[in-house]
């Protein structure tokens, strides 16, 4: 007997054998310093605990709507009227297991066999291995760093083909923390239109923005990209919430009701008590949010001007989320130990050797030269980390 065809199409995670060895390490006593970490590291502000209890208290324990409750579905109409200037009705919205549960249903909705997405490149390693999922073929359009990983247009459509069904942008974006531009954002949604694709907006990160910057839904540019998007959002990094496992998503009615149908047969409807609780959070105070986003950018600034001083390394300033991508490309060549460093995994593998320090490499996510560092970590580990980095490129031959 054999497992499916479908299911050993599936990589495993790339960054997954360099996270067992440091968590190995760790368990050993090593005082192994973390730049991996994909969530925040804040607790989830106390006012939504409480409505987590109160859910409790009140038995809020049976099963709900498959696709969400009523007062979750009207909280999140009214976040996307006040925030992103998008008018939709609670059919066009679904409550999901976390924003990846939201983006798997969207492809399983939209995709048929062999049907192509375009996915700009560095991205989250996951998109691909969902289109693959859902029997889509994934496509990446690379970017580049002088242009802060946005990309360009041109080369978007370059990899339009008569297959392409939908494309997947990411702003801000996880791995490259660029924030994408309006004219981008145009350029795309006119491609979209004119080439006749879905656009798939994962905007997660929205709430981590920093130099005053205001996020822009790429569905609220035109009626036509309002009518071609799906909007994917969630708790997980606006309020320290991803163990709740609530994301959501908005867009036209047929999708919205495809994959509803989907998910009332996969998995029924997200946790009860979380859908509670992530109501509260959406209408909730600003302010634990807020004091994140300011320790987030304090971390961001202390970070670049350091790297900034580390000869052989290099980094963009990112405008969103937490991640810094890491230019390591001076120092490739370089032999530690006798081994050459001759790409991102070899750097991760002999950096958690050398200064037990860990992070990820970029080959994971098509960002070869680079490694991903998240300052979703303390100052002070922060800047354990990075005198460690110095310390382990001033000692390469
Ligand atoms: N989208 C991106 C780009 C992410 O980085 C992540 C989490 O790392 C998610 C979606 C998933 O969020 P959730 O916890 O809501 O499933």
């Known amino acids: 007997m054999e ?17 067992a060895k440091a968590k190995k390490m ?39 709507p498959a696709s969400g409750t009523v007062k979750l579905k009207k909280a999140i109409v009214e976040k996307f009227r006040k925030d992103n200037g998008l008018t ?5 919205v679904i409550v999901s297991n976390g924003a990846k549960h939201s983006i798997y249903n969207t492809l399983q909705a939209i995709l048929n066999i062999g049907d192509e997405v375009i996915i700009p490149s560095p991205f ?3 998109y691909p291995e969902m289109v693959r999922m859902a029997d889509g073929v994934p496509v990446s359009v690379i970017t580049h760093e002088e242009d802060n990983f946005v990309p360009r247009p041109s080369a978007i459509e370059a990899a339009v083909t008569e297959k392409t069904k939908a494309i997947i942008i990411n702003s801000p974006n996880n791995p490259c923390g660029c924030v994408y531009d309006k004219n ?6 006119y491609l979209a239109k004119k080439h006749d694709f879905y656009i798939i907006s994962d905007e997660i990160y929205e709430a981590l923005l920093y ?41 036209p009615k047929d999708v919205i009701t495809a994959m509803s149908n989907y998910q009332s047969h996969a998995t029924s409807n997200p946790n009860s008590i979380a859908q509670y609780a992530a109501a509260a959070a959406i209408e909730g ?40 991508m890491l230019n390591i490309k001076g120092i490739l060549g370089k032999c530690w130990q006798n081994r050459r460093i001759d790409g991102s995994m070899a750097f991760t593998e ?32 922060i800047e354990k980390g990075l005198a460690r980095i110095a310390h382990f490129v001033s000692a390469l031959q």
Request: aromatic content about 10%; proline content about 4%.
């Open 3 to 19: 497992i499916s065809k479908k299911c050993s199409r599936v990589a495993p995670s790339a960054t997954l054998q360099i996270d």
């Open 26 to 64: 760790k368990a050993e006593g090593l005082d192994v310093v973390g730049f991996g970490a994909g969530e925040p590291d804040f607790d989830t502000p106390s006012f939504i605990i409480d409505a987590a209890k109160e859910a409790l208290d009140q038995g809020m324990t049976r099963y709900t």
């Open 88 to 92: 939709y009705d609670p059919a066009q």
């Open 124 to 126: 989250w390693v996951s």
């Open 184 to 189: 981008t954002l145009e350029a795309i949604a």
């Open 211 to 251: 130099n005053g910057q205001k996020h822009i839904s790429i569905a609220s540019l035109s009626e036509d990209a309002y009518e071609r998007t799906i909007v994917i959002n969630g708790v997980s990094k606006s309020y320290a919430m991803t163990g709740w496992r609530i994301g959501y998503a908005a867009g």
């Open 285 to 324: 105070p600003k302010d634990a949010t807020k004091a994140m986003v300011q320790a987030f950018h304090e971390r961001r600034d202390y970070m670049i001007a350091t790297i900034a001083s580390i000869p052989g390394l290099s980094a963009k300033m990112p405008g969103g989320a937490f991640y810094v």
């Open 350 to 381: 002999a950096l958690l050797e050398a200064e037990n320090v860990a992070v990820v490499p970029g080959d994971a996510f098509e960002a070869e030269g680079y490694v991903r560092l998240s300052y979703a970590t303390s100052m002070q580990n």
